[in-house]
């Protein structure tokens, strides 16, 4: 991708969007940064930006950004339905995402991982595999650094782990990672895409454009997944947890299997993994899955699997006191990776929920919470329909406590009602956004709220 002398306009000014606006002024591109948003609202440093030649434009995007313009970058978070790029598609002006721009500058393979739930952990496991057969690894995307980053630090030689969004796939054209994974598709997101369908079809846009020379990996167990096999081009392998396949990876005798081009794999027993959790055990299939086809030798996935403790946020052991563990889940952002969660303990838990409301369906969530939770402590702005849908399912209201907009208080209420063999989780089943910037804000205000009590 030429960016010298081309004009190039950044919409967005999240991490994404500083990354590609600072890349393509760096590589030749006349580059301004837009966002809606007063420069005191924004949370990244607009002088870093300044001082590499961008120009900063802040406030109503008016059409004049649009003047001879060659291509109009869009962050993660704007949608492609706005006003401003409606009119840069009448005016036949190139629109991509930071991901694409990424693909475009890529020298080595992108192995690229999305679905609903299970993509951090996936594609950190991936990379700690990866890490076996490559000296020069890049992990990036919708997870730690943006993926134009690392495709420049990689070079041209190594490869890329990508965990890439349904909101990222909106945006491109060309993306062909060579070896593509849907883990899954629940209802997620469905005020940005409209529908589920709609939400499906964003996701399969990370395989569309490969050929009969790459390979796409999908989770047999979700039925959603299983049928993309159809619209394929790409040689797809299957992975199971519940199903013994007859190609792909599965669990067989309580180990790691893969079956591939009739020879059979055995990699290590499923309780040798450091991670629990029946998720956990689909993440590391589509994980071992990817590295296999990648290259990677089965006996060197053993000692990662063993060593992997999974990532910040994800049923994060944070403390214990009086013998009660207090895990982190604020990656739990919707009600299916809540159940994940609340599958991986027996019961007794004192749940902490709620949030920025999805709106999606609790049934499922609620029933069970109705067999694994003693107490349901509710924060943020779904508090209400929480507990209305909770009351609903049979949990007795009086084992429901509001804590409101505080994080605070309800830390404070879980540990005064906390009491052995019972286990303290946040995992709100939502999004963070009327409270926090993130998932991640959220999370670390709860382990600095823990790492405080007596």
């Not at 599958?343 to 709620?354: R, S």
Request: proline share 3%; hydrophobic share 45%; aromatic share 8%.
């Amino acid at each position: 991708m030429d960016f010298v002398d081309k004009q190039v306009v950044v919409l967005g000014a999240g991490i994404s969007g500083f990354a590609v606006a600072k890349l393509a002024c760096k590589l030749g591109a006349r580059v301004i940064l837009s966002d809606t948003k007063t420069e005191d609202k924004i949370k990244l440093d607009l002088h870093e930006l300044r001082a590499c030649g961008v120009t900063v434009v802040l406030g109503p995007q008016q059409d004049s950004l649009l003047a001879g313009l060659d291509y109009l970058i869009l962050s993660p978070g704007v949608p492609m339905a706005i006003p401003l790029v409606a009119k840069a598609k009448l005016l036949g002006i190139e629109i991509m995402s930071e991901v694409e721009v990424a693909y475009r500058l890529a020298q080595v393979p992108i192995y690229a991982i999305t679905g609903t739930n299970g993509k951090t952990t996936t594609t950190t496991l991936l990379g700690e595999l990866l890490k076996t057969l490559q000296q020069n690894v890049g992990i990036g995307g919708n997870i730690g650094e943006p993926l134009c980053d690392e495709v420049m630090r990689v070079g041209s030689t190594g490869c890329v782990a990508a965990e890439i969004s349904s909101y990222q796939l909106e945006g491109v054209r060309e993306f062909k990672p060579h070896i593509a994974a849907v883990l899954n598709v629940t209802p997620d997101h469905i005020a940005r895409h409209g529908s589920v369908d709609a939400y499906q079809k964003m996701k399969e846009r990370i395989f569309q454009k490969q050929t009969k020379e790459d390979y796409l990996v999908l989770n047999y167990d979700d039925a959603r997944t299983r049928s993309m096999a159809a619209r394929a081009s790409g040689k797809v392998l299957f992975f199971s947890r519940l199903e013994t396949l007859k190609e792909g990876a599965f669990i067989q005798d309580d180990s790691f299997v893969i079956l591939w081009d009739k020879q059979i794999y055995r990699i290590c027993a499923v309780k040798d993994m450091q991670i629990k959790g029946g998720h956990n055990v689909e993440n590391a299939l589509a994980a071992i899955s990817i590295a296999f086809l990648a290259g990677v030798d089965t006996l060197e996935m053993v000692a990662v699997l063993k060593k992997f403790a999974g990532v910040e946020h994800r049923i994060e052991p944070v403390r214990t006191i009086g013998k009660v563990p207090y895990y982190n889940d604020s990656k739990a952002t919707n009600p299916e990776s809540a159940i994940k969660a609340l599958e991986t303990f027996d019961g007794h838990i004192i749940l902490v929920a709620g949030g920025h409301d999805k709106n999606t369906d609790l049934t499922d969530f609620m029933k069970l919470v109705c067999e694994k939770v003693d107490q349901l402590i509710l924060i943020g702005a779904a508090a209400a329909r929480f507990k209305e849908a909770a009351i609903k399912n049979g949990f007795s209201a009086a084992n429901i406590h509001e804590a409101g907009y505080s994080m605070e208080a309800a830390i404070r209420l879980a540990y005064q009602m906390a009491q052995y063999p019972q286990v303290v989780l946040l995992s709100p089943a939502c999004a963070s956004f009327d409270m926090f910037d993130g998932y991640e804000e959220r999370g670390r205000a709860f382990k600095k709220l823990i790492q405080q009590l007596k």
